[in-house]
C-alpha cells in the first residue's frame, strides 16, 4: 500500500497559477499510473489529469486540457498538477491517486485508483 502527501493548495485570484505537489511513501511508484481528482461541494468527484508510469502518457478532462499540466518526477517519487488561468469553477478539493496494479494504464475512472491523498483545497476567487 502506499501513502500519498499532498501539498500546494490554496487561495488564488481568477487568472492565476498553482502548483500541487503529491509525494508517494512505501513503495516505489515509478512503474505506477497517477491522476488527479477534484471534488466541489454538492458535486461528484472528477477526473482532471492523469500520466502514465514513464510519463510518456497524459490524459485531461475537458474542462482543463490547455490550461492544466500534469508531471512526475520519479527519481522523489513526486507528482505534481501545474494550474495555469485558473477559474472560480476550479474551486474544489483537490486529490492524488495512485493505481494499484504496476503497469496499468493512464484511467478517467475514480475506481481504477487504489490509494487517495487528503486532499487539498484550491480556490479561485475574484
Known amino acids: 500500500q502506499v501513502s500519498l502527501v499532498e501539498s500546494g493548495g490554496g487561495l488564488v485570484q481568477t487568472g492565476g497559477s498553482l502548483r500541487l505537489s503529491c509525494t508517494a511513501y512505501g513503495r516505489t511508484f515509478g512503474n505506477v499510473a497517477v491522476g488527479w481528482f477534484r471534488q466541489a461541494p454538492g458535486k461528484a468527484r472528477e477526473f482532471v489529469a492523469a500520466i502514465s508510469g514513464n510519463g510518456l502518457m497524459t490524459l485531461y478532462g475537458d474542462s482543463v486540457k490547455d490550461r492544466f499540466t500534469i508531471s512526475r518526477d520519479n527519481t522523489k517519487n513526486t507528482f505534481y498538477l501545474q494550474m495555469n488561468s485558473l477559474k472560480p469553477e476550479d474551486t474544489a478539493v483537490y486529490y492524488c491517486?495512485?493505481?494499484?496494479?504496476?503497469?496499468?494504464?493512464?484511467?478517467?475512472?475514480?475506481?481504477?485508483?487504489?490509494?487517495w491523498g487528503q486532499g487539498t483545497q484550491v480556490t479561485a476567487s475574484s
Open positions: 491517486a495512485a493505481r494499484h496494479s504496476p503497469d496499468g494504464p493512464v484511467s478517467r475512472l475514480p475506481k481504477n485508483y487504489g490509494s
